[in-house]
């Protein structure tokens, strides 16, 4: 079955179209995946990190509203953020250039294919 990642609650055609690049091309996929997998296919296809894309992400695959992620579960999911943020983020021969990337300055792999 290839049901739409966009079904998912909390999930719309942007994160869909996100995940397509990332090939994960299903619901089905993605919830095999897991969330922690994903995120960091995201971010390795060019998605800029964002707390709240990830735990967004999180809920949907609990069935659960995007904002339902309070306290002690926030700040933990915080963690694994960071933890897949630094692992997924690229690596450079150039200092510079992973300064720019670091503060979000240069463009990302999907908007170079944008143009």
């Given amino acids: 079955m290839n049901t739409p990642i966009s079904s998912i609650r909390n999930l719309g055609p942007a994160y869909e179209e ?3 690049a990332a090939g994960i091309h299903s ?3 993605l ?3 897991g969330a922690d997998a994903a995120y960091a296919r995201l971010l390795r296809s060019g998605t800029r990190p964002h707390f709240i894309g990830y735990y967004a992400l999180v809920m949907a695959l609990q069935g659960r509203p995007w904002n339902d992620c ?3 579960e926030k700040e933990e999911l ?3 953020f960071d933890a897949i943020k630094a692992e997924a983020r690229p690596q450079h021969d150039s200092k510079f250039l ?3 990337d670091a ?3 240069r463009a990302s792999a999907a908007d ?3 143009l």
């Fill in 78 to 80: 915080r963690k694994r």
């Fill in 70 to 72: 309070k306290g002690r």
């Fill in 27 to 29: 619901a089905e996929e």
């Fill in 31 to 33: 919830r095999e995946i």
């Fill in 98 to 100: 992973e300064e720019l």
């Fill in 112 to 114: 170079l294919k944008a």
């Fill in 18 to 20: 996100a995940c397509r």
């Fill in 103 to 105: 503060i979000g300055v």
